[in-house]
């Protein structure tokens, strides 16, 4: 299981920092949607430029202007741009366009959808890589579950899947049953007193897990 370190609501230093300090133990490096927003696009330029060999993601949370959209996070040098799965479908196929024609990824968010058949025909418009996503402010009323949502992703069997939301150690046991790929972890490292520590922690369990890794 690779681990993707979600930097939000940080200052552009504090980002660098925590880049800086886990650098040796994860994947991916999510630029988060309200990092893009209060810093810009320019951050993901930046980290891109800095750490050419990660894969970087731009949490755009794309849920309308696909095309435009994706080609300003693919332009700043975005590996991944992310766009929702509760978005236009018309929207989606622009996005998934886009990062065919950048030879790019697409991650498909499923914050919010309950619908697996919507799931099914984004999987079918050529969607490979889907977040499983409890939201933050779903997290505080503690009631949700990653088991309660796997069932919009069954049987999208060429799909990889990714989970967000409230990833720490306590719940990883869970994540290896769920036969995920990718973790995306942010506040449990980036609220952490030792953060190069969590990370470390993160990733070495994350690698021990026998979930059915996929390649990515
Ligand atoms: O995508 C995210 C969320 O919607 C805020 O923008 C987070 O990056 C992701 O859920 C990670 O969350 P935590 O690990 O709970 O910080």
């Not at 925590?18 to 980290?47: N, Y």
Request: hydrophobic fraction near 40%; charge should be negative; aromatic fraction near 4%.
């Amino acid at each position: 299981m690779k681990l993707q370190l979600a930097l939000d609501r940080l200052s552009r230093e504090e980002c660098i920092d925590f880049i800086a300090k886990t650098r040796d133990f994860i994947d991916w490096i999510e630029v988060g949607t309200g990092t893009i927003k209060e810093h810009g696009i320019r951050l993901v330029r930046d980290i891109k430029d800095a750490y050419p060999d990660k894969t970087v993601v731009a949490d755009m949370k794309i849920c309308d202007s696909g095309r435009h959209e994706a080609e300003m996070a693919f332009r700043a040098g975005a590996d991944v741009v992310t766009v929702m799965g509760f978005a236009g479908i018309e929207t989606i196929r622009q996005v998934l366009e886009s990062a065919k024609e950048n030879r790019k990824r697409v991650m498909v968010d499923l914050l919010e959808v309950t619908d697996s058949g919507r799931v099914r025909n984004i999987y079918l418009a050529g969607a490979d890589l889907f977040c499983l996503h409890i939201g933050k402010d779903r997290q505080s009323s503690g009631k949700q579950h990653f088991e309660d949502q796997l069932h919009l992703v069954g049987g999208l069997d060429q799909a990889d899947l990714a989970v967000a939301g409230g990833i720490g150690p306590d719940n990883l046991p869970s994540l290896r049953k769920l036969g995920v790929g990718i973790a995306i972890v942010g506040s449990y490292i980036t609220n952490s007193q030792d953060p190069e520590q969590a990370a470390a922690g993160m990733a070495d369990a994350l690698r021990r897990s026998d979930g059915q890794q996929k390649h990515l």
